[in-house]
């Protein structure tokens, strides 16, 4: 099973590329620093942790 690398912001909209920094929670809601930082890492659909997403690095 794979991470979903969602490709954009769930509360700004802002595109997301594979190996941009975001932060997602456990079911994967993904979004920018800039929002995650503002929700205080707290996931606003689920209440969870939000934390640093890994990073695909393109070849």
Do not use: H
């Amino acid at each position: 099973m794979t991470l979903a690398m969602k490709p954009v912001c769930e509360r700004c909209g802002q595109a997301l590329a594979l190996d941009d920094a975001a932060a997602i929670c456990s079911y994967e809601c993904t979004f920018c620093l800039e929002c995650a930082e503002q929700m205080t890492d707290i996931c606003p659909n689920c209440g969870g942790e939000l934390v640093p997403r890994p990073r695909r690095m393109l070849s």
